[in-house]
Structures are given as C-alpha cells and as structure tokens.
C-alpha cells in the first residue's frame, strides 16, 4: 500500500478523503472499487465488535458516490462522533490487510489467466541456483528444474518464458516460471512466423527433451503454403531465431499426416523406412529399417524414435526384418509352450504384434476370450503363465546384464595390467642390455684370462663371446615377449 495512502488511512472518517483513497487503489493497484469498500467496511464492523461486543448485530454501509458512513448497533443507528471515536487505528490495519488480500488476489486472477503464455522479464539475481526474473508488476521465480540443461543467466538480462504455475503464498503471489515446456517451443513459433499466428499453418502435435532436440509437426490449410518451407524461413532464417532462443536446441520440422502409415516414417526422418506395422490392440507400430538406418532412425540413446513416439502417440519399435523373422519364429515358440494354447490362437497373437510374454501378461481377458473362444478361466491361467515366465526372463536378463557388465570390467582391467607389465619388463630389460655390454667389449678386445682372475668373471666363464653376442640378445628380448601374452606374467630376466 503506498505511503500515501497509508497517511490518509488516519483519516479513514472523513467522506472525501475516504472516496480519495478507493480511487487511489483502483488506479495504482487495479483493485475493484467494491472490493475496497467492502473490505473497509468489514474492517469498520470488525473495530466497532471490539467496543460494543461480539454478541452484538453490527451492521456498516458505505455510500459508493458520497462517500458517508452509517453503523447500526443492534438496530440503534450511531451518531458520527461515536462512528469516528470506534477504534480508527484499529480499522486502518484491518484495511491494510484487507487491501493486501484484495491486491494479491487481483494479482492471482491476473496472472491465472496468463498461464501457458509466454512473458518477457529481465533476470534481477540468481539465488542457489533459481533465476528471479521481474515482470514489471512482481517477481517471478525460474526454478533451476525449469530451466534449459547448460544455461545460464546472468543479471540486467532479457528471458522469455512461460507461466507455468501461479499460486497465492501468504499476502504474496508467486509465480513459476518455465523454459523446459514443450508449450514455448510452440509460443516462439506462433511469435516468429506469422502464418502460425493467422492460422494459416498449424501445429498439429509436438514432442520436446529440453536441450536437446524437438519435433514439430505442422499442417497447412492452404495448398498453396508450404508448411515445413514458411517454419524454416528463407536460408533458415525463422528457425534459426527460435534455435537461438532454446540455446541451440535441434528442431526437426516434419509434415503432418492424419494416416500413422504416413506420419510415423516423417517423424523418423531423417532415418529412410520400409515399412510400418501397425498393432492397434497394443497401441504398437512395429518399424523395419536398413541395417544401415538402425542407429539413425533410433537415435542417439533412443533419443529420435522416443520423441517420434511422443509426436505420434504410438509406441514404436525399431528393427530390421531379419530381426522381426526372430521374434516371430521365438513368439510362437514361446506361446506354443503355455498350456492350452493352440497353434493357430498363437499365429493370430503374432499377427496382432504380441510378440513377448510381456505383451500377452497386459492382453485384455476379453480381447483374448474373443481372439481365441476361450473360457474366463482358460484366460486367467494363460495370463498367469505368461506373468510367470515373463518374471523368469526378466531376472534372466537381469543375470546376463549383471555378468556382462562383470566380464566388461575385467576386459578394461586387463590392458592395463597388460601395459604395466610390458612398462616395467621394459625398465628392466635397459640395464641389463649395459650390464651384457661391456664385458662384451672387454671380452671382445682382450685375452679371456684377464676376466677369469676377477671373481665377477663367474657369470661370464669360457664361452663368454657366446653369450654376450647372442644368448644376451635373446634372453632380453624373451622376457617382452612374454608381456603380450594371455598370461600378462613377466618371465625373470
């Protein structure tokens, strides 16, 4: 409440001044005019309970144009000097809270219908990792969890985001702001290219990993509008300003179709596809790829066939057709095994794209009832076979996962042990080629007696020319060798 105000509060009693001030917070705080004197007259009645009693039926009006005050105590009207001695200080704190309320909630309604649109803010500070962002009439706060992996903000700097959450918190309003929603993706399109925001083009469905990469796609209700070309802009120019805006987020611009045959093998791109196999009681398409599209069409860490799944609303397995031979031929295997499953029951599960013990563990009773003219009972002990062995592949798997990762760590630990190894043969394979050197060369150029008189000469007796010519070159050389093996043990030099 301005200070103002709150000086003229003192003289709450006197019509024009109070007339003043509901006009002053109408204007200043875009506070309805009746909500304010509503609020001072609660305030009144509360201040006059407080001399006259709680028990006692007090009733204050307030003439919205002149401004006059009337009370009535158990039905007896109050003359205006007992009107102004009823506690004033009293009153003025009850309209201040009153008003308070009355403002955040104005605020709350305010920014309650804003939510999902994007804002400009200028960022104020950074606080333990949140970003408070002035929007001019408050302070809103951006969550570290709100905001683009790897970005940083910086005070006096200008943010777009969106309201993503706003709540009433004591006589304060807070509001949330967000970056990571796939919701501003679409408010920068609608901002950036006008024939998003006349309607011309229209985002049918979009799918977002924040910081990452986007997909979009769009639809044009005029054939003459090219919808992908008009997102791009001329040389990338639109879609550049929005990538700029996400801190460099991939943004994959692909052609809506209402046919899931058509849509899926765009949403995948830029992975080329052969075909598509839709299974509708599962909610599945089953994608078979070229060996050589495997890793494109998923992605890296599933990351393109996971936001193709999103952008579609069909969940969707990669695979080439080989692969998909094999699951067949284990599918109806594996069904084959259950008991009280035949095997044409078991094809038409296949062809319906049930190709796990997973898949048939989820299948509706009915579905299977139908699918099979089995009895309520057959189905229920189906189902629980299949729940049973789905739980014994999955600590299988979880085994085989667990002995990998073991026999992965010993495979690392291997070479280096193997290249400590083969770093000290090395450091003693050096000295001893010196120590073999030189009484080569005594050997070499003097008479042999000389070097049987000193007791050193032990090690190189009679045939000393032999060994330290070639059975030297070959110890030395045994022992590096031995390194490179399966082993990784050191032979002595």
Partial sequence: MPR??????????NPNELLRIVDSLHREKNIDTEVVFQAIEAALASAARRQFGEESEIVVQIDRTSGIMQAVVNGNPLDDDTIGRIGAQTAKQVIIQKIREAERDSLVQEFSGQIDDMVNGIVQRVEGGATLVSLGSLEAILPRSEQIPGEAHHPNERIRAVIHEVKPQGSRVKVVLSRTRAVLVRRLFEQEIPEIAEGVIGINALAR????????????????????????????NRIKNIVDELAGERIDIVRWNDDPQALIPNALQPAKVDQVLLCDMLGRAIVLVPEDQLSLA??????????????????IEIMTADE??????????????????????????????????DDLSV????????????????????????????????????????RQKQQDQLEAAEPSAG???????????????????EPSDAETDEPSDVETDEPSDVETDEPSDVETDEPSDVETDEPLADTHGDSGEKTPL
């Fill in 419 to 437: 290249e400590a190894d083969e770093a000290s043969a090395v450091e003693v394979s050096e000295p001893s080629a010196v120590e073999t050197d």
């Fill in 209 to 236: 990993e924040p910081g990452y990469r986007t997909k979009v796609a769009v639809s044009s209700t005029d054939q003459r509008v090219d919808c992908v070309g008009a997102c791009v802009g001329v040389r990338g």
């Fill in 4 to 13: 103002a105000v709150q000086r003229k509060a003192y003289n709450i009693m």
């Fill in 298 to 315: 998923i992605g890296r860490r599933g990351q393109n066939v996971r936001l193709a799944s999103k952008l579609c609303g069909w969940d």
């Fill in 363 to 402: 299948i509706e009773p009915d579905a299977l009832m139908q699918m099979g003219g089995l009895t309520e009972e057959q189905v229920e002990h189906l189902v629980e076979q299949a729940e049973r062995k789905a739980e014994e592949a999955e600590r299988a798997a979880s085994d085989e996962r667990r």
């Fill in 324 to 357: 998909l031979d094999e699951q067949i031929d284990r599918a109806s295997t594996g069904f084959m095994s259950l008991e009280g499953m035949d095997e044409e029951l078991a094809t038409r599960l296949v062809e319906q794209g049930y190709l796990s013990y």
